[in-house]
């Protein structure tokens, strides 16, 4: 695998959490069209297996609530889950400032 590649697949299906919370922070994020919707905004579709982990790990640790959204399981990001995200953004700006 090409190093652009391997780069590429580490920052996208291989780690979806920054997705998942950006997605879910300004709107509620249907459990089952979060795979679609990655595709949608960022142009990659992750498994729905990983989804379903990822969402689960997230609302276990408190950065994700589950609510009803138009009759479907959905999920907001919490104030935990927002912080998170900034830092996770900081840290990928900061890091293409060094490169």
């Known amino acids: 695998m090409e190093p652009l590649e391997r780069f590429k697949n580490s920052t996208t299906n291989s780690n979806i959490?920054?997705?998942?919370?950006?997605?879910?922070?300004?709107?509620?994020?249907?459990?089952?069209?979060?795979?679609s919707l990655i595709f949608e905004k960022f142009g990659f579709l992750p498994s729905?297996?990983?989804?379903?982990?990822?969402?689960?790990?997230?609302?276990?640790?408190?950065?994700?609530?589950?609510?009803?959204?138009?009759?479907?399981?959905?999920?907001?990001?919490?104030?935990?889950g927002k912080k998170e995200l900034e830092k996770m953004k900081n840290f990928c700006q900061s890091l293409l400032q060094k490169l």
């Open 17 to 35: 959490w920054i997705y998942v919370l950006s997605l879910a922070k300004e709107n509620p994020l249907p459990k089952n069209k979060a795979e």
């Open 48 to 80: 729905k297996f990983t989804c379903q982990r990822v969402l689960g790990r997230l609302e276990k640790s408190g950065y994700l609530e589950r609510k009803k959204f138009q009759g479907e399981k959905s999920y907001v990001a919490t104030k935990m």
